[in-house]
């Protein structure tokens, strides 16, 4: 029998808490808990980012031969002094970059660089390559809010109801189609929580963003807002430019618009309420179906085991 293996996550001890620290550390922490198989102990422990005094106690306080699971919130303050000592008395270290730019990365003292979405994958192995980094890229999607339940379907839908939960800073959205959908704050844990009835009720969601850009050292983000309406059981209108979109729903998805522009944004509304209850309804919601499924906490649970495992080995 081969050594007991455990996944510490490491969690940001100080305020205030955002919402990809709460998504990424606890609640993958407790979907992990609940999903990986018996043999593999999942543990949480604290470290401090400003205070070094307090950093290099708590660093020093974390137990050996285990896997660290290492959230960008700790990526962003710590040195690679630090990643070198959490590295000597780990099994292995893992770094969830999420929506971080790239350029943020270590050359050492890192065994894997975690993206949450394909394409980000694909943009830390280039930069791996690019400045000769140790550790290798994968990918494990994002997961969706746990305070929001999975909903059938909807496909008895007869009038469109367009929902955008979030910052306005993170989407396109023309004055002259602001009228067109209900916009939430959601920016915050506290907000999203106030809008969680909205995203399970409302029959489509607005997904689009701004163009990414293609710096190489660019951020890569998570469709989270694609994944929520997946797991709403609605059709998402989004733009062909979102990291992943394409390759989770298909180059040929009825409401993916080519540019996020004022015409085709409107033109991919008129789209939706036209297509309300019909055949391209009903294929939206088909790969919506096959994309929540992608993002499920035992398909990630499974996905994060995978990795563990053969970093560990």
Known sequence: MG????????????PPESGSHLMRVKQLARIMSVHCSDDL????????????????LLLAA???????????????????EDFAKLQAKSRAVIVDYVDSNIDAMFATGIDVHLSTSFAGEAGLRAWIEKIG???????????????LLRQPPKRSADTLDLLYVGSQR???LPASVRERLTVLDGGTPEEFAQAQTALAEANA????????GETMSR???????????AWCGAPMLVNRSVDDAETLLGSDYPFMIDTPSEADISGGISRMEYAVGGPEWADALDRGEAMADRVS????????ETIIREVAA
């Open 219 to 229: 951020k890569f983000k998570p469709f989270t807002k694609g994944f929520t309406a």
């Open 297 to 304: 906490p035992k398909r990630l649970a499974l996905d994060l």
């Open 133 to 147: 980094a140790k550790g290798e890229a994968r990918t494990l999607l994002h997961n969706v809010d746990e305070r």
């Open 62 to 80: 974390l137990p050996g031969d285990v896997v660290f699971m290492v959230p960008k919130q700790v990526l962003w303050y710590w040195t690679e």
């Open 3 to 14: 050594r007991p293996l455990t996944l510490c996550f490491l969690r940001k001890l100080e």
């Open 41 to 56: 102990r999942v543990i949480s422990r604290p470290v401090a980012t400003h205070n070094r005094v307090l950093r290099a």
């Open 170 to 172: 993170s989407t396109v």
């Open 205 to 212: 969601h607005y997904c689009i963003r701004p163009d990414p």
